[in-house]
């Protein structure tokens, strides 16, 4: 089974940028869609965006946008550009590989008013 490792999670003020690696390991991203999720304190986790093979993304209301999701194949890798964030956007964010249970560790978000 692949791994999927996160990185790039950290604290920021509202208003503020991080971007989100997603790393593959002993499996190749290119055959597959990838996820992001996000689980704020407390609640459950909920879809953030996706992003298809070709490319194609799709996104959650509340971060279209906002946020932008891209994939380097080459690199076994996808991002997550996170703009204008606001503390609503607080939570661990993971990745998965789309229409599996593979999911990556997580990577702390804290955006402060």
């Known amino acids: 089974q692949g791994q999927l490792v996160e990185s790039g999670g950290g604290s920021v003020q509202a208003g503020g940028s991080l971007r989100l690696s997603c790393a593959a390991s002993?499996?190749?991203?290119?055959?597959?869609?990838m996820s992001w999720y996000r689980q704020a304190p407390g609640k459950q986790r909920v879809f953030v965006a996706l992003?298809?093979?070709?490319?194609?993304?799709t996104y959650a209301d509340s971060v279209r946008g906002r946020f932008t999701a891209s994939r380097d194949d080459v690199k076994n890798t996808v991002y997550l550009q996170m703009d204008s964030l606001t503390p609503e956007d607080t939570g661990v964010y993971y990745c998965?590989?789309?229409?599996?249970?593979?999911w990556g560790q997580g990577t702390q978000v804290t955006v402060s008013a």
């Open positions: 002993r499996i190749t991203i290119n055959g597959y869609g």
């Open positions: 992003i298809g093979t070709s490319g194609a993304t």
């Open positions: 998965k590989i789309y229409a599996t249970s593979n």
